[in-house]
């Protein structure tokens, strides 16, 4: 069975950072790209960052970049997300997500919370 | 950036009606279209990509079609297990994988 576990989440003050971590199992995870997606409270989904299988593409939203780093190891099934410099609209659940294209698979969640 | 919009915002069904929710790129973006549940408290869930191609245990009540810009999701006969947010997402012209701004399907 496939699972996304994320972790991490918390709360921060503004312009602080945070790194979020994603474990992952039941399935070849050196294999599988993978994405985060956040989800600011009461409101839709929006993409923030994508990393393929061996690392060597890596994209980001517009709204995180310069900001925000993706990575992952391939040795220990997991997956992370350097949240730096954050804002007051960074808060939201970021999900961890597998992509097949597109995502098929998603974690359940951990809640990024930016105040003073 | 693709644009994907949604219609109707929330769509007032009873159990064992049809639903039709609709979802329309601002640019062609083939089949490359997925559709997702999402219920409160948890992570959405993949129904529908390719447009039309049921994920691995999505009820045969769920079905997708269109292509290029216009794209429809179909719930032939709703469970109360159905009333969730549906959001479409194109996934052809990436990054990013733009999303829907949801449709909610409520109990009519």
């Known amino acids: 069975e496939v699972q996304l576990v994320e972790s991490g989440g918390g709360l921060v003050q503004p312009g602080g950072s945070l790194r979020l971590s994603c474990a992952a199992s039941?399935?070849?995870?050196?294999?599988?790209?993978m994405n985060w997606v956040r989800q600011a409270p009461g409101k839709g989904l929006e993409w923030v960052s994508y990393?393929?299988?061996?690392?060597?593409?890596?994209y980001y939203a517009d709204s995180v970049k310069g900001r925000f780093i993706i990575s992952r190891d391939n040795a220990k099934n997991s997956l992370y997300l350097q949240m730096n410099s954050l804002r007051a609209e960074d808060t939201a659940v970021y999900y961890c997500?597998?992509?097949?294209?597109?995502?098929?698979?998603w974690g359940q969640g951990t809640l990024v919370t930016v105040s003073s | 950036e693709i644009v994907m919009t949604q219609s109707p915002v929330t769509l007032s069904v009873s159990p064992g009606e049809r639903a039709t929710l609709s979802c329309r790129a601002s640019?062609?973006?083939?089949?490359?279209l997925a559709w997702y549940q999402q219920k409160p408290g948890q992570a959405p869930r993949l129904l529908i990509y390719?447009?039309?191609t049921r994920a691995t245990g999505i009820p045969a009540r769920f079905s997708g079609s269109g292509s290029g810009t216009e794209f429809t999701l179909t719930i032939s006969s709703l469970q109360s297990e159905d009333f969730a947010v549906y959001y479409c997402?194109?996934?052809?012209?990436?990054?990013?994988?733009?999303f829907g701004q949801g449709t909610k399907v409520e109990i009519k």
């Open positions: 039941g399935f070849t995870f050196s294999s599988y790209s």
């Open positions: 640019q062609s973006v083939s089949s490359n």
């Open positions: 390719g447009a039309s």
């Open positions: 997500a597998r992509d097949r294209p597109p995502t098929d698979y």
């Open positions: 990393i393929s299988s061996r690392s060597s593409t890596i």
């Open positions: 997402q194109q996934y052809n012209n990436w990054p990013p994988g733009t």
